[in-house]
Every structure is written in C-alpha cells, then in structure tokens.
C-alpha cells in the first residue's frame, strides 16, 4: 500500500525516513543481533519502529534504546504490516495461516509469546491466496508457528492446501516448517498433489529419545523415522529437511553421537543446526549438565559439515532431471523440491514466474539450471 503511494525501500537505513525493524528472540544469537540491527537503525537518525518477538518479551529494554520512535508486539505488527501487502522484492510469496501453539518444549520462549493457537479462517486465507496470486506469485508459501495445528472449526492444514489448490491452478504451495507429531496421514496424502512442493522441513532437534522427553517433545526418535519413511513412501523425489539443536542440556557424547547416527541412517536433504541457547523465562534456562559452549559450537559445526555432504548426495540424484523452478532473481531459481540453481537461459524469465530447467553441474561445482520452458 505505501509503495503504491510512492514510498521507495532503500538499502541504507541513513538514507530512509521511517526504519522498520523486526526482531527475533529465538536465541540469545538472535536477540544480540536485533539489538544490533536496532541500535545501527538508531544512529540513522530516521523515526525507527521496532518490531517482533523481542519486543514482545522485553518492551523496556527495547523502547529505552535512545531513538526508538514506537514499539509494535506481535498482535500490532501483524494489523498494522497487513495493510502493507507482499514486498515487491519477494518472489515467492509468504502466507501467515497460523499463530501460536500450545506445546511446551522446555527450550522454546516463542510459544510463550505468541499465545495459544489461533488459525486464520480458511475463506480468508483463500482470499488472501488469490489475491496473492492475481499480483503474479507462483509460489505461496504457507507459514504458522506450529503450522500443523491449523484448524478452522475442523479444516485441518491438509484440508486448507486442498481448497486452495481448488481455488486456482496457476500457482503451487509450499509447507513451511511442520512439527514431526502434527504430520498426519491427511497431510502426506496432500504431498501427493503434483502442486503441492515436494518438501517438508521437520524439527527433530535432537536424536536421542531421553532428550526429546527431557525437553517436552511429543515424538520419539523411531516415530520420527516412520515419518521420514512414510513421507517417503508418499513423495519419494521429496526433499526432506530436518532442524537440530546442539548442546541441549543433558547432551553428552553417547546421546550426541545417537544424533549423528540418526541423521546419518535418515539422510535428510539438509539439516539446519544450531546451538542449544538458554532463555530466560523457559524450564530449560534452569537445567544442568549444558554442554560448554565450546563443545556445543564444535557439535553444530560437525552438524553443519555432514548437512553439505547431504545436500550434495540430495541434489547429485536430480542431476539431468528437468524440475518446476520459481524464478528468484533474473539468475536465480528454486525447484519444487527445494534446490537454489544458477539460471542459464537466452532470455531473462521473469521474476516470480514458473519455469522448467534441467539440472546441470556449473563449472565451478555448483548447480544450475538450463530454461527448458517458459510457464504460460
Ligand atoms: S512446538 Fe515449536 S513453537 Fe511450540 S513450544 Fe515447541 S518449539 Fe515452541
């Protein structure tokens, strides 16, 4: 809405009038740097609005930094930002369907703040779809914090993806991140939709079953397998992406060994890892036996080099095949099942748009893809 009123984004918060920072507080990692992003903003001199989940948890501390001009919670941001619409830099579009969740994971401080479950009517979501689709997306991505609890009055997540693959046929839908006990039979049966992105991205976090009971998950390691195999049975080109957490407390060798073997024996796609971060306010900010931080940082590094084996094994087997990609930049793309390529092609294709590539090997090791078709 204000960039149809003229307003221009521009990259250097010294040259804009008005700053929006978001702010995230999912680890001490990100609390540091949105303090950073706020204070850079702060000498700007621009009127700065902070945003987010840190300003949720810690408003003071926020709204002390000399400059901050206003402050949004959660509830604010997501009114007011609504009558902003997509970025015109996205290609791919972003659909918040879902808020909060009702689990209680020892470790999380987002649950805490964003308040209990609550899904946006599946008429709404369906309007904002198409509308999303009018303004020329291709890809919707459907986001939530605990995305699998979306229910509205019985319309689970897999009810939802199917309305809106109804609703039009031009554009395809992506799962954000899906917790492993939410994954229902319905939800992998709608995988099978040739528009729905082969891709699931799944939260194990740790595989070590006295660990995920410790920490208040409600899986355990066998179950989460099944889900890996079962996913599999439904989609096998789907590319499956998994969420670790190093360090948890409690974590010694045995159990983060019993990690490694479990990811090695999976073979997800990739693996995003990260170290164990105590926060405030949560049961795990209380509990013994944390891996020094030295140790945590040495475990989400091992992790981090086994996920660049995966991704290369995942990807290698696509290697010659032709894949759906939503174009990114005019030399970027992303396939279906979640491979970033270099674009080769003649013509520039249109950010936003659907196109066919073959996937081939670049010179210097990456991957790429070669235009085969434009979409209509
Ligand atoms: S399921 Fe996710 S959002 Fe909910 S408490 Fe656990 S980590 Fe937090």
């Given at each position: 809405?204000?960039?149809?009123?003229?307003?221009?984004?521009?990259?250097?918060?010294?040259?804009?009038?008005?700053?929006?920072?978001?702010?995230?507080?999912?680890?001490?990692?990100?609390?540091?740097?949105?303090?950073?992003?706020?204070?850079?903003a702060a000498r700007s001199g621009a009127r700065l609005v902070v945003m987010g989940c840190l300003v949720e948890r810690d408003q003071d501390r926020v709204k002390d930094i000399e400059g901050v001009s206003d402050v949004w919670g959660n509830a604010d941001k997501e009114r007011r930002l609504a009558r902003f619409?997509?970025?015109?830099?996205?290609?791919?579009?972003?659909l918040k369907v879902q808020d909060g969740c009702d689990r209680d994971c020892?470790?999380?401080?987002?649950?805490?703040?964003?308040?209990?479950?609550?899904?946006?009517?599946?008429?709404?979501?369906e309007k904002r779809f198409l509308s999303l689709v009018d303004d020329g997306f291709r890809?919707?991505?459907?986001?939530?914090?605990?995305?699998?609890?979306?229910?509205?009055?019985?319309?689970?997540?897999?009810?939802?993806?199917?309305?809106?693959?109804?609703?039009?046929?031009?554009?395809?839908?992506?799962?954000?991140?899906?917790?492993?006990?939410?994954?229902?039979?319905?939800?992998?049966?709608?995988?099978?939709?040739?528009?729905?992105?082969?891709?699931?991205?799944?939260?194990?976090?740790?595989?070590?079953?006295?660990l995920l009971g410790r920490m208040g998950r409600r899986y355990s390691t066998g179950r989460f397998a099944e889900l890996v195999r079962q996913t599999r049975k439904a989609r096998p080109d789907v590319n499956i992406g998994v969420d670790v957490i190093a360090g948890l407390p409690g974590e010694d060798d045995a159990s983060f060994r019993r990690t490694e073997d479990l990811v090695r024996s999976l073979r997800p796609g990739y693996l995003h890892a990260f170290s164990f971060s105590p926060r405030p306010g949560t049961r795990a900010a209380s509990m013994d036996r944390v891996p020094s931080a030295a140790t945590r940082r040495l475990r989400v590094s091992r992790l981090r080099?086994?996920?660049?084996?995966?991704?290369?094994?995942?990807?290698?087997?696509?290697v010659g095949s032709v894949r759906r990609a939503v174009v990114e930049t005019r030399s970027a793309a992303l396939t279906d099942n979640y491979m970033r390529l270099r674009l080769r092609c003649d013509r520039a294709p249109k950010p936003r748009s659907l196109v066919d590539v073959q996937v081939v090997n670049g010179k210097d090791g990456g991957r790429e893809g070669v235009v085969t078709a434009f979409s209509r």
């Open positions: 809405m204000l960039l149809r009123q003229g307003v221009a984004v521009v990259a250097d918060p010294a040259q804009a009038d008005v700053c929006y920072v978001n702010t995230c507080t999912v680890t001490g990692a990100a609390d540091r740097s949105s303090m950073q992003l706020v204070r850079r619409g997509p970025s015109p830099e996205r290609s791919r579009a972003l020892a470790y999380c401080v987002v649950s805490g703040l964003r308040g209990a479950p609550a899904s946006v009517p599946a008429s709404e979501v890809e919707v991505v459907l986001t939530g914090l605990n995305l699998g609890l979306y229910n509205d009055g019985g319309i689970g997540l897999a009810g939802l993806v199917r309305r809106l693959l109804d609703s039009d046929g031009r554009a395809r839908v992506r799962l954000g991140s899906v917790e492993p006990d939410t994954a229902d039979r319905r939800l992998l049966d709608v995988l099978r939709e040739p528009r729905v992105c082969p891709h699931l991205h799944l939260p194990m976090q740790t595989g070590d079953d006295r080099e086994v996920s660049v084996r995966l991704r290369e094994e995942y990807e290698s087997r696509y």
